[in-house]
């Protein structure tokens, strides 16, 4: 749907379904393993079907809107982030034993919501998905909101903040530039704890 919506000019309402889509990532997990979904399917691997799902609405239907609303320098710089995102779900170690994401965990969908908003020049854009593309190939650890317990208590409410705040930004056709210049509070402390975690978290070995 959000596809559908992005392809026919929709911009706005593929980023809402987007952004509904990260709330049900976030909590269908916790959900599931509350209720013990795979004594009941057995057969059924929701992690597979979890991977099938965030290459769509974390990578595919990002990038497609980053190509087809002229959001990158030329078109061709889509090629950058698909790539990425290729080699990110082609690790078998893109998620660590002790819950983390190892590289750059392919959010394209919230470079491209910023690129959306911001209108950067085209240096600047292209520095948008070179960066995390580059930080995708290097594997430091970053924090993975819905299994960790480190730092919890903090990145819960500080996410549940932000995702309100997009949903309330992306229902106005344009949103105040402070407010969307104060919504990177969270992706600037995402990556900094991510960091901070890495340095300072022992790192466990593969089983």
């Known amino acids: 749907m959000a596809l559908l919506l992005a392809a026919s000019g929709d911009v706005r309402g593929a980023f809402g379904l987007l952004v509904v889509t990260m709330i049900i ?6 959900l599931a393993r509350r209720v013990n979904v795979w004594e009941v399917l057995p057969r059924f691997d929701g992690a597979s079907l ?3 799902i ?3 609405t974390y990578g595919y239907i990002p990038i497609f809107i980053m190509a087809n609303e002229r959001l990158l320098p030329h078109p061709f710089w889509a090629l950058v982030p698909a790539a990425a995102l290729l080699y ?3 690790q078998v170690d893109m998620k660590t034993p002790d819950s983390f994401f190892l590289g ?3 959010y394209w969908n919230i470079v491209a919501l910023y690129m959306f908003w911001l209108e950067p020049a085209a240096p600047i854009a292209a520095a948008m998905v070179v960066v995390p593309a580059i930080l995708t190939f290097i594997p430091t650890r970053y924090l993975y ?4 317990q480190i730092l919890w208590r903090v990145t819960w409410p500080l996410v549940a ?3 309100t705040l997009l949903l309330v930004m992306l229902g106005q056709p344009q949103p105040n530039p402070t407010l969307v210049l104060f919504s990177l509070y969270f992706p600037i402390y995402y990556v900094a704890a991510s960091f901070w975690v890495d340095y ?3 790192r466990h070995p593969a089983s």
């Open 25 to 30: 990532d976030g909590t269908d997990g916790i």
């Open 50 to 52: 979890d991977n099938a």
């Open 54 to 56: 965030d290459l769509l």
């Open 88 to 90: 990110a779900y082609g």
């Open 104 to 106: 750059f965990p392919s």
């Open 145 to 148: 909101p819905s299994k960790n």
């Open 161 to 163: 903040v932000w995702l």
């Open 200 to 202: 300072r978290a022992p």
